[in-house]
């Protein structure tokens, strides 16, 4: 099956610096890369995402890249502010009816 | 248009008690996911249901926890007996069809195995 590594476990920046979370996946089949943020105590909410057949998306502050031939995706926040802060999840599918796997977080903190 | 609904939001039980989770998906879509996220880790799947039909179980201890989706639409989860470990959050999410399109996350159960 699927395997998502995420990469730091834990982000500490300066406000207005940027910030840089990547992933790697196993399955050269997935398609869709979606981004999620969980905020303290709340659900998980979808904050960007990317399919194959496209290499970059920007979203304001918000953009990812996708290499698929290295198999690996990265979240770019610029100009970060505190309400960056957050816990950001990568994940990976096919695309199909077949399931999301989720990487194992990466906590961002941004320091007024 | 109304969210994922989940309930309860907050159990605690003794450890070899049931428990039994309920989800209402957004209207309309069609694959329902439970994920248990427990703390500082990434939600992990549990089951996927596609309409009424299972996509994906394969991480769901089939030994203690079992779900349904009848008529498609809400779904139940539930853990028979509980263990310590299964303390977690239980996340429900929905999406209109299939791991290709945006999961849209319910409140969530914060179940606490004493």
């Known amino acids: 099956g699927e395997n998502v590594e995420q990469h730091p476990s834990t982000l500490s920046v300066q406000e207005g610096d940027s910030a840089v979370i990547k992933c790697t996946y196993s399955?050269?089949?997935?398609?869709?890369f979606p981004w999620y943020k969980q905020e303290l105590g709340k659900r998980p909410q979808l904050i960007i995402d990317?399919?194959?057949?496209?290499g970059e998306k920007k979203d304001q502050r918000i953009a990812v890249t996708l290499n698929k031939t290295a198999k690996h995706f990265s979240l770019h926040i610029t100009e970060t502010q505190p309400e960056d802060s957050a816990v950001y999840f990568c994940?990976?599918?096919?695309?199909?009816?077949?399931?999301?796997?989720f990487g194992t977080g990466t906590k961002l903190q941004v320091i007024p | 248009e109304a969210g994922v609904a989940q309930s309860p939001r907050y159990k605690i039980i003794e450890k070899r008690q049931s428990v039994a989770f309920w989800c209402n998906p957004i209207?309309?879509?069609?694959?329902l996911y439970w994920y248990q996220q427990i703390l500082g880790q990434g939600p992990k799947l549990l089951i996927q249901?596609?309409?009424?039909?299972?996509?994906?179980d394969s991480q769901l201890p089939k030994d203690r926890f079992s779900a349904e989706r009848l008529k498609g639409v809400d779904s139940t989860l539930k853990i028979q007996p509980a263990k310590l470990e299964d303390s977690a959050v239980y996340l429900c999410?929905?999406?209109?069809?299939?791991?290709?399109?945006?999961?849209?996350f319910g409140p969530g159960t914060r179940l606490t195995v004493l």
């Open positions: 999410a929905s999406s209109l069809a299939g791991g290709g399109n945006e999961q849209f």
């Open positions: 399955d050269s089949a997935s398609n869709y």
């Open positions: 990317i399919r194959s057949n496209v």
């Open positions: 994940a990976a599918s096919d695309g199909g009816y077949q399931k999301v796997t």
């Open positions: 209207s309309g879509h069609a694959t």
């Open positions: 249901f596609q309409n009424n039909g299972v996509v994906d």
